[in-house]
């Protein structure tokens, strides 16, 4: 990969605060472990009244690169898995968690999960493998 210059200009679509049309998440960071809140809303359906699975992906996404970068990193993910346990639906607040399980040189895995935070059960599950941008 040529060397790839990464920069924040606030327009991320999952944490950017400047995109109009993005999540706008935000994240804490502590003993290892990121985590970040989230609401959908109606605009993040897919069938009615359930939230759509790519805004849950890139939630999860988010959250696994937001913990790499907490620990000093520089990623890009180069795999993402997900697997999705029970429909999310619109108005219901979620709790993501994400943590690195394993740091090598270039390679890095990550875990994460997406939970209800009314009762704690999991809506979905992913892992990654994140390589470290020169």
């Known amino acids: ?15 950017g605060k400047e995109n109009p049309c993005g999540l706008k998440l935000s994240f804490n960071y502590s003993g290892g472990r990121l985590t970040s809140e989230f609401t959908p809303s109606k605009i993040h359906q897919g069938y009615k009244d359930i939230t759509h699975g790519g805004i849950i992906t890139t939630i999860l996404d988010e959250a696994m690169i937001q913990a790499a970068i907490a620990e000093g990193l520089n990623p890009v993910t180069a795999e993402i898995n997900i697997r999705f346990k029970k429909p999310l639906l619109v108005d219901e607040k979620v709790i993501a968690e994400a943590e690195i399980t394993k ?32």
């Not at 895995?109 to 020169?134: H, N």
């Open 103 to 134: 740091r090598g040189p270039r390679l890095i895995e990550a875990s994460a999960r997406l939970l209800l935070q009314s009762d704690g059960s999991v809506i979905a599950e992913a892992s990654s493998k994140l390589i470290q941008a020169k």
């Open 1 to 15: 990969m040529d060397q790839l210059k990464l920069e924040d200009d606030k327009y991320c679509f999952a944490c």
